[in-house]
């Protein structure tokens, strides 16, 4: 079954400051604050994947003018590798793109190799390393992907 995709709601940040606790490790998964933090950006935006009801992946971006910061994606496993993460990415490349973004970021840890070729197999390429951007300490890609802005149409055109 495909999971349906959604909107945050603020009664949702339990559950997602809790899957991102089991999807990264304590050095780098975000603590109440930090996530609560990422979520008042400028531009944030965050969908939610749901399996019967339960909430089961979120990708929250945020975005300034043209450019979009992917910040995060958490997938729970049982839930990896079943599409879930691409749906969401398409999803949130949508949006970004409607609100004239025509570039996306983000990091990624360079030992990720997973995570790497998820992101190159969805057209990011790596622009650059980040040295000591995780706890470890642990480099960082930096990756970006033009998107085609789409911004909205007015009402009634």
């Known amino acids: ?16 400051l809790a899957i ?7 050095s780098i998964a ?11 950006l400028p531009g944030a935006d965050c969908l939610l994947a ?3 009801g339960v909430v089961i992946a979120f990708l929250l971006t945020a975005h300034q003018g043209t450019e979009g910061h992917i910040i995060t994606i958490d997938v729970l496993e049982p839930y990896r590798r079943t599409g879930v993460g691409s749906l969401m990415l398409e999803a949130a490349e949508s949006r970004l793109a409607a609100c004239g973004v025509t570039q996306a970021v983000l990091e990624t ?10 992101w190159e ?7 650059g390393i980040l040295k ?3 706890p470890g300490p642990l480099d960082a890609y930096a990756m970006t992907k033009s998107l085609r802005a789409t911004p909205r149409r ?3 055109n």
């Open 20 to 26: 991102d606790k089991v999807c990264y490790p304590p």
């Open 30 to 40: 975000y603590t109440r604050r930090e996530l609560s933090e990422y979520m008042q």
């Open 132 to 134: 000591n951007y995780y």
């Open 109 to 118: 840890a360079i030992n990720n190799d997973s995570a790497i070729s998820f």
């Open 1 to 16: 079954m495909r999971p349906a995709l959604r909107i945050y709601r603020p009664e949702d940040f339990p559950v997602l």
């Open 121 to 127: 197999k969805h057209g990011y390429r790596t622009r």
């Open 50 to 52: 749901e399996s019967a």
């Open 154 to 156: 007015a009402k009634g």
